[in-house]
């Protein structure tokens, strides 16, 4: 029997879900355009602190993302001191994904909801 409990991945974890990262990365910029840092920050107030997500690969991510079109970067160079800093934006395709996958997790949540609703009642 394994020791990995059955809602977290290896090392005590979150189980990655596919596409999490992007969309929570789209439904930042959705509000607003941002900075990495930012955005890594968004994560954890998202409620993503526990999920397996360095700087590295959210900027990996921000690169796919700007590949297909769903967002668009500039450097923005501040008037305060620091250096020049990548803005991020959400472009009307990255709206468009973000609908569909905001559909899909919605979807899926109702599924997830309604299943657990069927197993606590059936242990009645």
Known sequence: MSTT???????????????????????KLHHEPAHGYGL???LKTMGLEEY???SSAMYRVLREL?????VTSAWHIASTAGPPRRVYRI???GE????TWLADLRETA?????????????GD
């Open 52 to 54: 397996p997500m360095d």
């Open 5 to 27: 409990s059955a809602s977290t991945g290896e090392g005590g974890r979150p189980r990655r879900i596919r596409r999490l990262v992007e969309t929570a990365l789209l439904m």
């Open 110 to 122: 109702h599924t997830l909801n309604a299943l657990l609703t069927w197993y606590d009642k059936a």
């Open 66 to 70: 700007e590949r297909n079109g769903a």
């Open 96 to 99: 468009e994904m973000l609908e």
């Open 91 to 93: 472009t009307e395709r």
């Open 40 to 42: 890594m920050a968004a």
